[in-house]
């Protein structure tokens, strides 16, 4: 079974720039999280889908940030503009059942901004 | 809020030694627990959990035991091998009827095993 797919895996930006990052998570999950990793720091929540709504969006910094999950499968989280402090790992997870707890990851985009 | 609050590393250990990593939470209901191990340029990948008071996880030698007295999971294996060299976080995941909230995470604690 294929886990959680994520692209690109590594990305570098100009600050100002627009940049995406796609999440294709295990089939038949229909929770998907997004959690903003910074370096030597453990991963924080940004948004959590249950389908297609986004049920907890209260981390997300909506000024810059948005996401979305299309159909209730695919995600993209998507950052306009990119800041210096936005260079961190962006984690796509997804969960098989509402109301299971466990998570699968995916490996990660490392956002580079410059 | 909820929290998690992991040992600080880097744990350096030589080959076969006992390993324990302290982990204590704060949580407003009743979570379950998890440890995730993240190697060298990979994802987070579940190493064990634990669903209610008293369980203890276990997965490759590892092992974790919810004390709920104590509000601890700390994570423990008898014999590292320089293959468990990786970064350890401890989280914590509850449920609030609406579905599975957010894995609240440690800051990570990083082992270094030495042949």
């Known amino acids: 079974e294929a886990g959680v797919v994520q692209s690109p895996r590594y990305k570098i930006i100009e600050k100002k720039q627009p940049v995406a990052f796609w999440c294709n998570p295990i089939?038949?999950?229909?929770?998907l999280y997004w959690y903003l990793q910074n370096l030597g720091q453990g991963p924080e929540l940004l948004i959590r889908y249950e389908n297609e709504e986004a049920v907890d969006d209260s981390q997300l910094p909506k000024d810059r940030f948005s996401a979305e999950r299309l159909k209730g499968v695919d995600s993209t989280l998507k950052i306009q503009p990119a800041e210096l402090g936005d260079s961190a790992v962006y984690l796509c997870a997804s969960s098989p059942t509402v109301g299971w707890t466990e998570a699968f990851f995916g490996q990660g985009t490392r956002l580079t901004v410059v | 809020g909820d929290s998690v609050t992991q040992m600080e590393g880097p744990v350096t250990l030589s080959e076969e030694a006992f390993l324990t990593i302290n982990c204590t939470y704060t949580?407003?209901?009743?979570?379950?627990l998890f440890w995730y191990v993240q190697y060298p340029g990979e994802g987070l990948q579940l190493l064990l959990k634990?669903?209610?008071?008293?369980d203890k996880g276990s997965n490759k030698g590892f092992e974790a035991t919810y004390r709920k007295e104590t509000t601890s999971f700390h994570l423990e294996k008898g014999s590292v091998q320089v293959s468990d060299s990786a970064v350890y976080f401890c989280a914590l995941g509850l449920y609030s009827g609406g579905g599975a909230d957010g894995l609240t995470f440690g800051k990570g604690t990083h082992l270094i095993i030495q042949p």
């Open positions: 634990a669903t209610k008071a008293d």
């Open positions: 089939s038949g999950h229909n929770t």
């Open positions: 949580a407003t209901g009743y979570p379950s």
